[in-house]
């Protein structure tokens, strides 16, 4: 793909569109109730045109960072994304926000480190506050074996300069006074992985400062629209179907989750992906009193305490394939009793809501990204749980893929032929939780 010269920052994105403070509460919920002079669409709607240079399937955080760095970082604005529903419905909007690069293999933490400084500095970048909170993430060991996990990524994150070593239960208990880390439990807390740099992030805001931003370069973003068939010639791209009409282009990138193997069999290109949910709930507000991200492998369960005061857990993938996002009485009652072994004085506390996201696994757990044997289908799909934390990178690395017309180094070691030549980068021990 040419090269243009990247434009210079969105213009409008310096000054910010609503005024907020100075309004009074009862002012806000006016204006939020009429159609208000001053609060702006984030983001255009557009006819769909019937060409496009780059056209991105998945109007999720991926789609739209890729979005986002092909316009700011390589001036290619002329670029579609579709969604069959609406920006950041799927697993962007259904994920724990959780933030980390303490992983296990070097190409894993090199990866998500650059991630997590993607995330550093989003809020200043796309002018939105995307509610960063570098709180530490903790890790429990309960168990010789787990303990030897730990100190194994411990070692990795630091050869690397990332921030993470093995902590004892009194230092956990100085983070976390919450934790029951005393010899009572089932599976006392014997150690953990503290990594400071971890956090949680207002995992909308970033869906949204990425459309906001993308949409100021002139990017297209197209909700509502769904990809019925893609079309090629002579083993290349050459167009789109979609419930709106037809595309044309030569470059489409499949950024779907849950869809993604649908999508690829519209081209015939197969991935070894399954398809599983991933539950999650979360509690009435209360006061702050959990400052890290908690983690326990061991009891398949990780939570964090949002900026609201309410607690958000998840746990680890359903154990079947299926593509339901509904929660199950089943994980609630399971999920309630593993937070009270961690935290027995959460008795009280009520669930309001739970809901699952869809995630694709991979044999080795990790994502696969890149060209596919038709020339100008990309995919960057396969993150199993760890889409949200990779979103900024996975955006900047596709796009300078799409750019450059090779895989960059960051994600060479996570392409689709891995599976062929047997090289592959396992991760499943930085799951957050067993699977
Ligand atoms: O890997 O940190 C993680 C994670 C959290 C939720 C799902 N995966």
Not at 37 to 43: D, L, T, Y
Not at 233 to 258: D, E
Not at 329 to 344: C, Q, T, W
Not at 407 to 412: M, N, Q, S
């Amino acid at each position: 793909m040419t090269r243009r010269q990247a434009r210079p920052g969105p213009t409008r994105a310096d000054k910010p569109r609503t005024r907020v403070s100075g309004y009074s509460a009862a002012a806000l919920v006016r204006q939020g109730l009429r159609s208000t002079p001053g609060w702006e669409r984030a983001w255009g709607s557009h006819d769909l045109r019937d060409r496009y240079e780059v056209v991105i399937i998945g109007g999720g955080l991926h789609g739209l960072a890729t979005a986002y760095y092909l316009a700011s970082r390589h001036g290619i604005t002329d670029v579609a994304v579709l969604d069959k529903g609406y920006l950041g419905g799927g697993g962007s909007g259904r994920n724990t926000a959780i933030a980390r690069s303490n992983y296990l293999t070097p190409e894993g933490v090199a990866f998500y480190d650059r991630s997590l400084n993607l995330y550093e500095n989003l809020a200043a970048e796309l002018n939105f506050n995307i509610m960063f909170s570098q709180r530490g993430h903790l890790t429990l060991a309960h168990s010789d074996a787990s303990l030897r996990t730990m100190r194994w990524r411990a070692e990795v994150n630091k050869v690397q300069g990332v921030d993470s070593e093995v902590i004892d239960p009194d230092d956990i208990k100085n983070l976390a006074p919450a934790l029951d880390v005393s010899d009572e439990p089932r599976y006392p807390v014997l150690g953990a992985l503290y990594h400071p740099p971890g956090g949680i992030i207002r995992h909308d805001a970033v869906v949204w400062g990425y459309a906001r931003a993308s949409d100021l370069y002139g990017v297209h973003l197209h909700q509502g629209t769904e990809v019925v068939g893609i079309d090629t010639g002579h083993g290349k791209v050459t167009g789109v179907q979609t419930s709106r009409g037809r595309i044309s282009t030569g470059t489409v990138v499949n950024c779907t989750a849950g869809w993604s193997t649908l999508i690829n069999d519209m081209v015939g290109v197969r991935t070894p992906i399954v398809t599983a949910p991933l539950q999650a709930a979360v509690t009435e507000p209360v006061k702050p009193f959990l400052d890290p991200v908690v983690v326990s492998g061991t009891l398949h369960v990780y939570v964090s305490q949002t900026a609201r005061g309410e607690l958000v857990f998840g746990a680890s993938v359903d154990p079947f394939a299926q593509y339901s996002m509904r929660g199950s009485l089943d994980f609630i009652e399971g999920l309630a009793g593993h937070v009270l072994e961690l935290m027995p004085g959460l008795s009280k506390m009520r669930v309001l809501r739970q809901w699952a996201g869809l995630c694709d696994m991979t044999p080795d757990y990790s994502p696969i990204m890149g060209p596919t044997g038709v020339e100008g289908f990309h995919v960057d799909i396969g993150w199993g749980t760890y889409g949200f934390k990779a979103g900024p990178v996975a955006g900047e690395q596709m796009a300078l893929l799409i750019a450059d017309g090779k895989p960059p180094a960051l994600i060479e070691p996570f392409g689709l032929d891995r599976f062929l030549s047997g090289e592959l980068v396992g991760e499943k021990g930085a799951a957050s939780v067993g699977h």
